[in-house]
Structure formats: C-alpha cells, structure tokens
C-alpha cells in the first residue's frame, strides 16, 4: 500500500486514495494523470474491490496495453478489465447482439468496407446524390452515429440537401448492414449505448456489474461514449475521469469538448482534483506549449509547473526545402547517437499529416537510420490480406455479403460482377443473403448452366472452409490459402508483384500463429478465428510501435498523444499544414489545430525543435510555404532561432518569425506569393434544393421510422419502394423484431422493423 503511493505528490495521491463517488482530475500534459489511473486501479484492488468490478477505457490499444501492464506491475495477479471504448463495446455486442438484430458472430467493417456498402446502398435506393462523394455521406452518417441519433431518429434539415440524401440512406444502409450482420465502427458504440438507454434492466445489471469505471483522455469522448459511461454510473457513480481540455483533438470525430467542461454538472457532488506539477518537460518546452495553447479562447486557463532542470532552449530552424529538413533532422540525430548522448529511440519525428513522412522515410532510409513508422492499419489494409481476410470473415459470418463479393472471384474463377448482380438480385428478393443466393444458383434467372456450375464450386470451397471456422485463426488462415488457390495464383506467377503479395499472406499466417500462441497464454482468451478477426478489424495507428527496440519513431500528431519522448522534433509547422488548410475559415477549428500542436509540444522531455520550410512539395505540388501563424504566438525569451535556408529568401530577419506581431498581415510580412495555386479542397457538384425536395417527395424514406410493436400478422404494410405488401411473420422482439412481408410484385422480403422504413398501409 505505501509503496503505492510512494512517488505521488499530495494532490495525485488525493485522487488516488478517492474510492466512492465521481472523480475528476483535471490537469495539464505530463502531470501524472495516467499515472494516477493506473495507481487508483491498484488501489481499489489493494482495499479488497474484485477485479472484475473495475472498468478502465482508453481510446487506443496501445495506450490500453500499457495501463495494463502498469496496473499488473503494482498488483500482480490481478486481471483488470482494461479496453478500448471499441472493443468493450464490441464484446458486449457479441453478449447482447440478438437485442440488436444481430448475430453473436457479426462482422465489424472498416471504413473502406462501410464505404462500399453505402456505395451499394445508394446504387439500390438510385436516388440522386448530387455529386455527393460516398465519403461525404458516411461522414455525415458517422456524425449522427457519434451524435448517437439512429437512422428513425434522423431528420433532415431544410434547404440542406445532404442531410435530405443522409436521411434517405442512412436507414437503407444501416437494413443493409443488419442484413449482412455487420456493423460499422460508430455502431460499437451506438447499439450499446441506445440498448443501455432503452433497457433499465441491463443497464442496471450493468452498472452493477462495471463498479468502479475509469477513462483516461476523457476530453476525446463523443456522445455515444458519454452515454455510455453515463448509463454505467447511474447507481453506482463512481466514475472517474481524467482529462485536459487543452488536449481535445478528435473534434472532427464527433468528440464533445462539453463532455468535460460540464462533467461537475453531469455527476453532482464530484469530487475535482487538479494536478499542477509537471514531471515530464523542460520550463522551456511548458513555456512555449503554454504560451500558445493561451491564444486559445475557448479554454480554462490552468497553472503548471515544473521542477525540472532547465535545458535547452526550444529550437525553431527555417529550412529551404521539405528535404533539407529531414536530411538536417537526421543529421542531428546521427551526431548525437554517434556522440553517445542519445539512443534512437529517444527521437521522435511528428507531423500534421502522414503524407508528409514520405521525405523523412526517403532521408531516413538512405542515411540507414533505423526508425518505426506508426501507421498500424497499413498492414491489414493490404488488398491480398484483406481478400484472404474476407474468407475468413464469410467463414465466420455467412451473412457478410461483402465479403462474399470481395472473394467469389478471388483469385480469378471465371464468375463476373453480372453474374454477382444477378446473384444480389435474386438475394434481394427473397431476404436472403448472397452466399444462400448461391446455393440456388442453378435457380437464378440470367445465370448460365456453366456460370452455376462455377458457383457450386465456389459454394463447395466455403463449406469446405467451414470446418476450420471454429478453430484456431493460423489453421483457418491456411486452410484459405491451401483451398482458395491463392498460393498456386501467386506462386505462379512471375511478377515481383505477385511474389510480393505471396510473401504478404504468408506473413499473415505467422501474424494468426503469433495471435494464437499469445492467446494460448492468457488464461480465459479465446484463441479463434473470431477473436483474431476482432483484432484485425479493431487495429490502430500505433498498434504496431515497438517502444522496446532502438528506432525513431515517425508518427502524426494525433498518434503522438499520451505518450513521451527525450527529443521532439516538429516537422513542417506551416500554414495550410499545421493549422490544416481546412480550419482556415473556422475559428473553432483552428483552436482544435492549437491543441494539436499543443499535444505535440508537450510529449518532449528534454528538446524540442519546430521547423518549417519555405518551399514543401506537398500533394504534388511544389509550393511556397508560409510559416504557420502558430509560430508568431509563441514566447521569444526560450527559444533559439536558426535557418540553413538563405536570409534573402527568407524575406526577414529569423528573430523576427516568433513573437506578437501585432495585426500585420502575413502578406506584408511575407511578400511571398504562392509559386502555384494552392490546391483547394475540390468542391462537390452544387446541389440544388429542387432535386433534394424531389427526393424526399418521391420516397418518403424520411419520414419517421414506425414502432416495431405496430405490426401484426397479416397487416397490410407499404414500402417507399416495393409497394404496398402483407406481414407474413414477426419475429424477435424490441430493435431485433424481424418481419417477412411478401409483395405481389417482389415477393417475400425480410425486415429488421426498427430500421425499415415499413409503414401499416
Ligand atoms: P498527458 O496529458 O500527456 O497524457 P499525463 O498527465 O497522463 O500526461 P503521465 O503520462 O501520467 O502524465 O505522466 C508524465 C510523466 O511524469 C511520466 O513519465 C510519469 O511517470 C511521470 N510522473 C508522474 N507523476 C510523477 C511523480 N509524482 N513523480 C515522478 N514522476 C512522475
Ligand atoms: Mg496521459
């Protein structure tokens, strides 16, 4: 117990010695607020609270693995149940998928998955997108999941012709991903909040169960996780949430800075602490973070400070080029590890977008400096893994109707996407998915004798996987490539591509063979397919970082959070790139952009360096670049300034690039103009409101989703699309009822009534 609290500071050992009721620490980076978590755990447990009742979330899996480990470290033997909102979410939708019209087994898609379901949905529904991107219309769907408002809840707003095609699809494509027994990302979220909404029993069970609840990072929560985390403290409040405003950067994702900054109002009698002492950085690295995270007007000023040693002062170098950069960052690096000052590992590279590693990998290979590019999702996103991926998902759901698609002509056997859509077709029509299409493919209209005989095949080759469907993931993922003919297809081929991709499946094998060895270990893991698939498709960006091996590590900004290095180093801290060129014109936005830098800023130790270039080849341009106007808010007292590049380019003195410049335009100062256009962001055909009233005249999609409980067997019904028909079952009750309907022009069709736009006729 002592040596628990033994190095903590008075007010972290206050938050740690809270046991019942809301807790708040709030505080600035490197104050000790993880720290806390993973000792209040410990804590809990040393007073005798079972382990099963704690609950920690984190947003990253990384982050979640090491609070883990550190949690084991002070109080080995315990297993806390330590996660991720998504994967807690996932494993409590596979314990309650049936209220949610789901299977146990059901399919998470990625992003890509999600966008090619919606493109089918939209293709189906042939309603007029207006030149709105499938991007554009996820995204919008996302914000409403995030938002927690279900596909009967939306309602479009007028003379806002995206929210009227948002309103058409969305219940479309969310019946569509019931169908398959799929969900997107957002729905891990979703569909436990709303059930823990809706349900008082379970969630009473619930939050019975999950006692003491704790998340790190809570400034990032959206709506869905505040509900979440809301519906858990209900009877037992005792929640407690770490956060620091001034670190809130996933806006974009639906994050709800209010979360935080109304949580005293949200949980009464709270008890707040706040942590003032940083252990992590320089004064001069706390001192330029403060300075400019203080331009922010939205904010709770905080005091920090911090007893470390004094250090460096801050650099701030302006470079010719993008590759001048990354060869003078490299050389630094190679001239401090050679003097024996540094470690590579104690480097670490960040930058706005990923799109801007690509120079500092160039440099960094060339000079054989060894370094870690975090950018975990690459792997799995490969074509050839996500295709013997896809097996593997139809083995585990035959109902997953992409992945279906994505394998019945995988590696090449002769059945075309006309044959697929005469498939989707007769799937369509009889409420079945596309697997059983198949099986009746002899009875598909349009589907040749030869072209079904293919099909039985293919039909065959899944049954036949079916036996390693329940198995471990390394024999399920050889079997894929034993019988699917991938090895032979790439094997034979001369192609340095093809060997390439061969040599990429292969890799997956050792990667199942690593999952179910490391799962072999753990004492109630399942080492399965379904467990592994899971994996697969909840990864994250610093999923694959290594913290143990001597390399720099390259990541972005956002990846950047949480964590801490000895040297920082800051590339391209320009205008259009740090702050993004799309918060030029929102104010909100260019506060999250300060954050941002702000969260990059403060993961420095010791050194810290800023730099920007005055020409970037960014997004296939050459252009000009503008120092960011970050850099004229910050303090000029501890920092250095140095630039390689020549004074007359520069255009002004490089003592004069930081501090108040008062309101002179960045023009004037400048006198640069950009060399090219800059690119600015393509715009989307203009949509006209005619189209958009037309739309929801025609459907009626839109209107208000009607109660499940509102049909009877045998009730006339109507359809926005396949007319007016008659229930023939009902099935399931609450979000799960299912109804068949036959239509006398479409036959029989089933439903998921919570999500179908039905109505009695
Ligand atoms: P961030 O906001 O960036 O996530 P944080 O508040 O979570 O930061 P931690 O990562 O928990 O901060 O702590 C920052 C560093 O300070 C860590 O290396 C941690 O071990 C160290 N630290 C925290 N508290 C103390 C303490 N009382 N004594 C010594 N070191 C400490
Ligand atoms: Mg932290």
Redesign the pocket.
């Known amino acids: 117990m002592t040596q628990l609290l033994e190095?903590?500071?008075p007010a972290?050992r206050e938050a740690v010695e809270h046991v019942d009721g809301p807790l708040l620490i709030l505080?600035g980076?490197?104050?000790?607020?993880?720290?806390v978590v993973t000792h209040r755990i410990a804590h809990l447990l040393s007073l005798g609270v079972p382990a099963w009742q704690i609950l920690a979330l984190t947003f990253t899996n990384k982050a979640a693995a090491e609070m883990r480990q550190r949690v084991e470290r002070l109080a080995p033997g315990q297993r806390v149940w330590v996660s991720t909102f998504h994967r807690f979410g996932a494993k409590m939708l596979r314990q309650y998928a049936d209220r949610v019209g789901l299977d146990p087994n059901y399919t998470i898609y990625d992003a890509g998955d999600a966008r090619q379901t919606l493109k089918r949905v939209v293709e189906s529904l042939k309603i007029p997108v207006m030149g709105y991107t499938p991007d554009r219309i996820a995204a919008a769907i996302s914000k409403a999941k995030n938002r927690l408002i279900g596909p009967e809840e939306y309602k479009p707003r007028s003379g806002n012709p995206l929210s009227e095609i948002v309103a058409a699809v969305y219940p479309a494509y969310q019946q569509r991903l019931l169908a398959s027994s799929a969900v997107d990302f957002d729905d891990l979220l979703l569909h436990i909040a709303r059930l823990l909404h809706d349900d008082t029993e379970l969630r009473k069970q619930l939050d019975e169960r999950f006692r003491y609840v704790m998340v790190d990072e809570y400034q990032d929560t959206n709506r869905a996780q505040y509900v979440l985390l809301r519906a858990l403290s209900v009877d037992y409040p005792n929640l407690a949430a770490t956060g620091?405003p001034d670190?809130s950067i996933y806006g974009w994702r639906g994050a709800d800075l209010n979360n935080i900054l109304e949580f005293e109002q949200d949980y009464p009698g709270v008890k707040v602490v706040r942590l003032e002492q940083n252990?992590?950085s320089t004064p001069a690295i706390l001192s330029v973070a403060d300075t400019l995270i203080a331009h922010n007007k939205r904010r709770k000023p905080k005091s920090l400070f911090t007893e470390n040693p004094d250090g460096l002062p801050v650099r701030l170098v302006t470079y010719a080029d993008g590759d001048d950069e990354a060869r003078s960052v490299a050389m630094a690096m190679e001239e401090a590890v050679k003097s024996g000052r540094r470690r590579w590992s104690d480097f670490a590279v960040f930058y706005r977008v990923n799109a801007l590693s690509r120079t500092v990998e160039r440099v960094f290979r060339k000079r054989q400096i060894p370094f870690q590019m975090v950018r975990g999702q690459e792997f799995y996103q490969r074509r050839e893994i996500k295709d013997v991926l896809a097996y593997c998902q139809l083995m585990n759901n035959p109902k997953d109707d992409l992945a279906f698609e994505r394998t019945v002509n995988s590696p090449p056997r002769g059945i075309g996407s006309k044959t697929v859509g005469r498939l989707a077709d007769y799937a369509y029509r009889h409420g079945v998915s596309l697997l059983d299409a198949a099986r009746d493919a002899p009875q598909v209209e349009g589907v040749t004798k030869r072209t079904a005989m293919l099909v039985g095949k293919f039909v065959a080759l899944v049954d036949t996987l079916d036996a390693y469907a329940a198995g471990p993931a390394e024999e399920a993922v050889g079997a894929v490539l034993e019988h699917s003919g991938y090895r032979k297809h790439y094997g034979d081929s001369d192609s340095e591509e093809d060997l390439n991709r061969l040599a990429n499946i292969e890799e997956l094998l050792t990667d199942a063979r690593q999952f179910d060895e490391a799962m072999a270990e753990e004492e109630d893991a399942e080492a399965n397919l379904e467990a592994y698939l899971e994996r697969t498709w909840l990864v994250n960006e610093t999923d694959g970082w290594d913290d143990d091996t001597d390399k720099v590590t390259l990541m972005t900004l956002h990846a950047a959070k949480?964590l801490?290095f000895p040297v920082v180093f800051l590339l391209a801290v320009e205008d259009g790139i740090l702050p993004h060129e799309r918060s030029a014109a929102d104010p909100t936005q260019l506060e999250e952009e300060r954050r941002l830098a702000f969260v990059g800023i403060?993961r420095a130790e010791q050194e810290l360096q800023l730099s920007h270039a005055l020409r970037r080849d960014y997004r296939g341009q050459r252009r000009i670049a503008i120092p960011s106007s970050f850099l004229m808010e910050l303090p000029t007292g501890v920092m250095e300034v140095a630039q390689t590049a020549p004074t007359d380019e520069l255009g002004l003195a490089p003592d004069e690039l930081i501090g108040d410049w008062g309101d002179a335009p960045s023009e004037e100062v400048y006198r640069h103009e950009p060399a090219e256009p800059v690119a600015a962001p393509t715009p989307t055909a203009t949509p006209t409101v005619g189209t958009a009233a037309a739309l929801l005249g025609s459907g009626g999609l839109a209107a208000p989703r009607v109660s499940p409980d509102a049909f009877k067997v045998g009730m006339a019904v109507e359809h926005p699309e396949l007319g007016v028909g008659k229930v023939l079952t009902l099935s399931g009750n609450g979000k799960g009822r299912r109804a068949a309907v036959v239509f006398p022009e479409h036959g029989e069709k089933r439903f998921v009534l919570a999500f179908s736009p039905l109505r009695p006729a």
């Open positions: 190095g903590l500071n972290q505080a980076p490197g104050s000790g607020k993880t720290r620091d670190q252990y992590r949480g801490e403060t």
